[in-house]
Each structure stands twice: as structure tokens, then as C-alpha cells.
């Protein structure tokens, strides 16, 4: 189990390692909004996935099924300076009150799971606008996403779009193949491997390491008995609490790497600081590779980067 936690080279690594080096595709991660599916939607289309610069420039915008102000609060603060500075047309769908609906033109308040027909009850004010960003929740999965994208290229103007996700690395996750049905660049698996849900309630699972991610909170357990248990982990997890084995890992501020913004945007990081008892997450796994015998080519993050 990987995580959004992680960078992007610790997390290509991993997938390497399971796939390659363990000969399993038993690999997945925590995952909110379906960047997999906008991106299978697009196929065959360019220039249709929206940067930061279009959220601060766009004419026409439409949040859905997300609480900006709350979830992605640099995303929110861009909208709102567009439409202080461009006047933005700002349209809200959401299940409770959010801060755009002070200076969005129209608001519209959804239970999870009906978004998509409010936004089609907008067709006539939006196909009047000169272009148009959309943003969208978790709520928006599969073959909605589809639906949405066939909604937006409908509309006769320019659509671009952002899939909302959460947490410092989720985008990178998903495009370095942290999933157990794609691997690195979205390419289809040659093997599809189990979901988190699938591994926990498969009664033959035997070993699970976990990086940088808390399966077993709130209680929950893996349904086999006598799982041999790895961590790797800033803190004394739920999940760590009951670990064979925990191996204490290193803060994005004591690393070298990137990691990827909801917008797909890779962001360098740099280590501050060096201390002593952790190490950065990619050279655990380097280690243990290592020790292993395994050959998967060099564990740092320009070379992992290059790769």
C-alpha cells in the first residue's frame, strides 16, 4: 500500500518493487477524485487539462460537489482573485453553503450523486459563456466522469478540467501507477492486482507493507490471521501499533523529490534539515531491495527521476 503522502519518485519506486521485484500487482493507495477516468475520458484530446494559471484566468468557472474554501483552499484563492481581478462568472454546485456562493452567478444546493443533473439544468447559461473550467469532487466517479466530459464537449466552447483530489501527492500517485489496474503514465496493467479493500478482506493474504498510510484506523484489521505486518510511517499509526515491523520514515521536509499538484503540476522539494533514527522513504525501499538481491536500478531521486 502506497500513499499520496510520499514523492513521486518513492512512489514509482514502489510500484516498481512490487511489480517487478515482489512479482506482485497487488498495489493501491488511498484514492478521492477519479483523475484515471478524466484522463482515459480525454483520450485522444489536448490542451483539455486545466493548470493553475487557467483558475486565476478563466472567463467561466463551475465548482462541483466541493467545498473550495475547505478542501483546496489555494485553488479557492485563485478563483476568488479572478473574479476580484477578470470579473469571472462563477457557478456553484454543492451539497451545503461554500464561500463561492458570495459572488457566484448562480448556486445550486445537490445531494452526492445528483450533480450531474443540476449541471445539465445550467446548459443555456453555460453555452453562452466564451469558455469554461470545471471543477469537480469525488463524487464524480467512473462513468460519470464520462458523462460529464460528454456534457462539457457538448456545450460548443472551450472546456478544460480539473479532477479534485486530496492530500500533498494523490495526482502523483495515480500518474506513477500506485494503482493495481495502471501503471506509470496511465498505461493498462498486464495484471490487475487487488484494491486496499480487496487485500484487507482477503482471508490468504500473508505479508502487507504499508507506506505512509493508515489501512487498519478506526478499528479496522485485515480479515486474514497472523498477517506479517510492515510499516513505514512518520508517526505511531493505528496501523504501525500493531506492525511486526515499523520502520520510521522521513518528513517531506527532510527529502529530496517532487511531488504533483491537483492541477498535475510537478513541485521540487528539497531537505532542510537531516536527522537522525529516519530515513527518506526511498531509501528504506532502496535498502531493502538491496538486501533482497533485487536489481531495480538506482534508489535515488534524480536516477529514479531520469528512469
Not at 214 to 234: H, I, M, S, T
Given at each position: 500500500i502506497g500513499s499520496n503522502r510520499i514523492t513521486n519518485e518513492e512512489n514509482y519506486f514502489l510500484q516498481k518493487f512490487a511489480r517487478q521485484g515482489l512479482r506482485t500487482a497487488n498495489i493501491d493507495h488511498v484514492r478521492t477524485g477519479d483523475v484515471a477516468s478524466l484522463v482515459s475520458a480525454l483520450s485522444g484530446k489536448t490542451g483539455k487539462l486545466a493548470t493553475m494559471a487557467d483558475v486565476y484566468s478563466a472567463k467561466a468557472a463551475v465548482v462541483i460537489g466541493s467545498d473550495l474554501a475547505q478542501?483546496?483552499?489555494l485553488l479557492a484563492y485563485e478563483l476568488r482573485r479572478n473574479w476580484r481581478h477578470h470579473n469571472a462568472r462563477v457557478y456553484a454546485i454543492t451539497r451545503g453553503p461554500v464561500r463561492e456562493d458570495k459572488y457566484a452567478v448562480s448556486t445550486t444546493r445537490v445531494e452526492p450523486g445528483h450533480e450531474l443533473g443540476a449541471l445539465a439544468a445550467l446548459r443555456d447559461q453555460l453555452s453562452k459563456e466564451s469558455e469554461l473550467l470545471i471543477l469537480f469532487g469525488d463524487s464524480i466517479q467512473g462513468e460519470k466522469v464520462n458523462e460529464l466530459v460528454a456534457f462539457g464537449e457538448s456545450l460548443g466552447i472551450p472546456v478544460k478540467y480539473i479532477a479534485l483530489v486530496d492530500y500533498q501527492n494523490s495526482r502523483g500517485a495515480v500518474d506513477l501507477g500506485v494503482t493495481p489496474d495502471l501503471e506509470p503514465g496511465y498505461r493498462v496493467a498486464a495484471q490487475r492486482g487487488q484494491t486496499i479493500a480487496e487485500m484487507m478482506a482477503n482471508p490468504d493474504l500473508a505479508a502487507l507493507w504499508v507506506?505512509?498510510?493508515?489501512?487498519?484506523?478506526?478499528?479496522?484489521?485485515?480479515?486474514?490471521?497472523?498477517?506479517?505486518?510492515?510499516?513505514?510511517?512518520?508517526?505511531?499509526?493505528?496501523t504501525a501499533a500493531h506492525a511486526d515491523v515499523v520502520l520510521p520514515s522521513s518528513s517531506a521536509y527532510e527529502k529530496k523529490g517532487t511531488v504533483t499538484n491537483v492541477t498535475g503540476e510537478v513541485q521540487r522539494l528539497t531537505a532542510a534539515v537531516r536527522t537522525m533514527g529516519t530515513k527518506p522513504d526511498l531509501e528504506i525501499m532502496g535498502l531493502i531491495a538491496k538486501e533482497m538481491g533485487l536489481n531495480l536500478g538506482i534508489w535515488t531521486p534524480d536516477a529514479v527521476l531520469e528512469e
Open positions: 478542501q483546496h483552499p507506506v505512509g498510510e493508515d489501512p487498519c484506523a478506526g478499528g479496522r484489521r485485515p480479515a486474514a490471521e497472523n498477517v506479517f505486518l510492515v510499516v513505514q510511517d512518520l508517526f505511531l499509526t493505528e
